[in-house]
């Protein structure tokens, strides 16, 4: 009789984990950090394409060598900052964009300079480059905005009952979003 019991005790438990949702965690858990990878790939991207555009507008502009400076370092410090995929935390996420910022508006100032300077932007490569940031700015923007519903779809899974149960169990803790960077709710000025 104690045998049956423990034998229904197990089938139960047996059967209890195969419909827990474990496996599909996983696979959500994977593919947030599929695309938490997509999104570094494309601020890595960005990262790359900045010494290309500084030394453009370098031989160009010398006496704006510290707005140069400023993105430089802003750049350097963007790349030193990294989030370790398996803790995508709000606070790991914050830092990382607050940095990410920082580079963006260091580049927004290198390209307002460059208006001083026409023989500049009339430079071929010049403008590619300057494509070459808005596209990947676009993809940037994609990337996260594909990063932000993965966690979303993950983080309803692992809230959601009965599965918050057994995430509690496994480990599994919500991960964190990007947000809008303070004051991205206020149109920019535009002045010619």
């Known amino acids: ?42 601020y890595q991207r960005r990262a790359d394409l900045i010494p290309n555009l500084v030394a453009t507008v370098k031989g160009a502009a010398e006496h704006e060598e510290g707005t140069l400076t400023a993105v430089v370092e802003a750049r350097a410090k963007a790349t030193s900052v990294t989030v370790d995929p398996s ?11 607050q940095t990410q910022d920082a580079l ?23 403008q590619e480059l300057q494509v070459q940031l808005e596209g990947t ?7 996260r905005r594909s990063y932000n519903e993965a966690v979303q779809d ?20 919500p991960k964190g979003t990007f947000q809008a960077a303070e004051g991205a709710d206020r149109a920019p000025t535009v002045e010619f």
């Not at 803790?87 to 964009?97: D, F, G, P, T």
């Not at 993950?154 to 803790?173: E, L």
């Open 1 to 42: 009789m104690k045998r049956l019991v423990i034998a229904i005790v197990g089938l139960f438990t047996a059967l209890s984990f195969s419909s827990c949702g474990y496996n599909t965690m996983v696979s959500k858990d994977e593919n947030v950090k599929g695309k938490w990878a997509q999104v570094e790939n494309a």
């Open 154 to 173: 993950y983080n309803t899974t692992v809230r959601s009952f009965p599965n918050n149960i057994m995430a509690g169990i496994f480990g599994f803790k």
């Open 137 to 143: 700015e676009n993809r940037i923007s994609v990337e």
């Open 104 to 126: 963006s508006q260091s580049i927004g100032r290198l390209l307002v300079s460059v208006e001083a300077y026409p023989d500049l932007k009339a430079n071929s490569n010049f």
């Open 87 to 97: 803790n995508l935390s709000e606070e790991a996420i914050a830092n990382y964009q």
